[in-house]
């Protein structure tokens, strides 16, 4: 490999986009830069109250700009050793857009439409979509296409949310020619692909949330979606049969971006992915391990060699040949909240900081500027101080995990989180450490749903913001997991792996394989589970499955009332 080996990593995070300048030969970081989406800080075209989220594709061209041109400026004099970029998205992160691609809210008419931009992961407007969806694939007379993505779809995904958006908006239904996931739009932009046809659609994203599979043909018959509103069909065809894996070429920098970036046209931009699939190949994943990446959701991620039939699990974000690393099937699941499950908890506190401090220090007269900024800062922190001082058996609080609906397993997006067991001792040290629990619990609900059907995780992989912050999470999730958690060196777990796959896409590895062996980063911590600890939470984790159980039944019968 020859100096010329430098490659860009670009990861699309809920609230910002990071890129890294990586060199290829060992995996060192060069450069990094982090930009945040404007209008998204702002709470633009948002409404938390009816679970809406949206981001204005503008915050994710600007901000990519940015990102990219730091990075750079970070790495010295480079630009002309870079060749190749690859590109992960959260997800599924669809928008509806024109005949050349564009998303309809860079067209004239739409530029302030919610409905015609993209509809961030965890949107939840389309709940009564996804049923829909469900009810469908379980009666229409044909194969049911659920079956590869866990056996229930989701309003989180693809066509649960284009279905919702064509059916709220007619003038966006009708002027949208295709539907493009984040992840397929961005390096269209940057290789300045403006045909449909042209635009190589990533396998992760079509398998996991759109259900496309080989054995279908690609995906869902025409006679399905019909069904669902007779829209979706020439969506549909926009999509072509054929998907892409993420070691492949998409095609190379167009003179607009080039000019833009100081980067050649000969750089190579890849097939995009999800940032949990990237992430997994970025920290390290093998077969028999879960990979955990741990933020303000989690996603998980195993991968099983294809060797003789494959395994089906129900109840899990979908299984994809080739969808992490090709030649294995990939396999997704994942907690709906768990670093908000105590931004939640930490707001709920705070909440005489931002309403009553203000007023009151202006009544008095009192100097209190950054006090309340500065004791937000230290609640979490304090809060696990606490906890840790509380052993596990002198609580009987509990809770349930579900603030935000319940991802795996078994995709239910109307399911409420729980506290129980609370008494007059409860402070708030015992409740956070049962909001920890919680999450810890629910990690394990998805290890035992793997191993139940047939999957065998031995040890678990932990990156993303929450593994590299929190010792007291990180270990209360080995006891409860009863596994070795590993948690990788450094914080850039997820653009690593974007920049092993434009490595691999670049050709300066053969495989992906071989990219990671070579630059993928040490461990930098172990957490082993404490045996006494892991009996006692066998025990309190039953309580948090009758907890479950009994909020399960509260929402079947509200929704039937």
Known sequence: MNEDR???????????????????????????????????????????????????????????EASILGALREAGD????????AVDTTGSTPCLADSQGTPLALTPGFEQNPNAMFILWKDHTSV???????????????????????????????????LHVIQADPAVAGAARTIL????????????????????RNRCAAGHKAMWNAGFGGYPADGFLDRLDPRLVPLKASLGTETWTSDAPFGTLSAEWAGRLGLSTEVVVGVGAFDAHMGAVGGGIAPRQILKIMGTSTCDIVVVPREGVETV???????????????MTGYEAGQSAFGDVYA??????????ETILPALAAERGLAVDGLAEAVLDRIIPELEKGALQVPPEETSVIALDWINGRRTPD????????????????????????????????????????????????????????????????????????????????????????????????????????????MAADTEMTYLPDPVRARRYDEVYADYQRLGGFMQELAARSQAR
């Open 6 to 64: 430098l490659v860009l990593g670009i990861d699309f995070g809920t609230d910002s986009v990071r890129t890294v300048v990586v060199d290829a030969a060992d995996g060192g970081i060069l450069g990094t830069a982090v930009a945040y989406y404007p209008r998204w800080a702002k709470g633009q075209y948002c409404d938390p109250q009816a679970n809406q989220f949206r981001q204005h594709p503008l915050d994710h061209l600007e901000s990519m």
């Open 344 to 353: 939640w908890f930490r707001k709920l506190l705070a909440w005489p900081l």
């Open 313 to 327: 699990v129900k109840g899990i974000c979908g299984q994809v040949d080739g969808s992490v690393i090709p030649g």
């Open 411 to 518: 995709a239910d997006q109307r399911l409420q989180g729980a506290i129980a067991g609370l008494s007059l001792g409860s402070d708030a040290p015992r409740i956070f450490r049962a909001l920890v629990e919680a999450t810890a619990f629910g990690s394990r609900a998805i290890v035992e749903r793997f191993r139940s059907e047939g999957i065998q995780i031995d040890s678990a992989i932990a990156i993303g913001g929450v593994a590299r912050k929190s010792r007291f999470v990180m270990q209360t999730i080995a006891d409860v997991m009863n596994l070795v958690v590993t948690v990788p060196a450094g914080d850039q777990a997820v653009a690593m792996g974007a920049a092993m796959f434009a490595a691999t896409a670049a050709g300066l590895y053969p495989d992906i394989a071989a990219a990671q062996k070579a």
């Open 78 to 85: 480079c630009a002309a050793r870079v060749r190749g970029i």
């Open 128 to 162: 009564a979509e996804a049923e829909r969806i469900n009810q469908v694939a379980r009666t229409w007379g044909g194969p049911d296409f659920t079956r590869y993505v866990g056996g229930i779809y989701s309003s989180e995904w693809f066509w649960a949310k284009a």
């Open 181 to 200: 996931e984040h992840a397929d739009w961005v390096p269209a932009v940057l290789t300045g692909t403006t045909s449909l046809a042209g635009i190589k």
